[in-house]
């Protein structure tokens, strides 16, 4: 992004993508230290906005794990989100998605 990015006031919305496997620590053996994958969607809308899904990993299958517009469980969803489908982030809230690492 570049500063006007940053400073365009029309711009009430951001997506993070927070890579487990991006330069890891090292275990005392030398393992490297994986952790999950995580989407952190922000809205300042005043109403419900849409995110599309980026390609990140491959496989990666996308669960719910906060939504801070509903302070309840999340919904148990009828299967992952993949890349490309959409998630519908409620007025001025923030949701997390995780995505699990695979076991090595």
Known sequence: MTGADW?????????????GSDDPDRAADGTPLLDDDFLVLVSAWWEPLDFTLPATRAQAAWKVEIDSYDS???PAAA???LAADH?????RSIVVLGSRQ???
Do not use: F, H, K, N
């Open 7 to 19: 400073s365009d006031s029309s711009a009430l919305a951001i997506g993070l993508y927070l890579d």
């Open 79 to 81: 299967g992952p989100l």
């Open 87 to 91: 998630i519908t982030v409620r007025p």
């Open 102 to 104: 695979p076991v090595r």
């Open 72 to 74: 309840g469980p999340p």
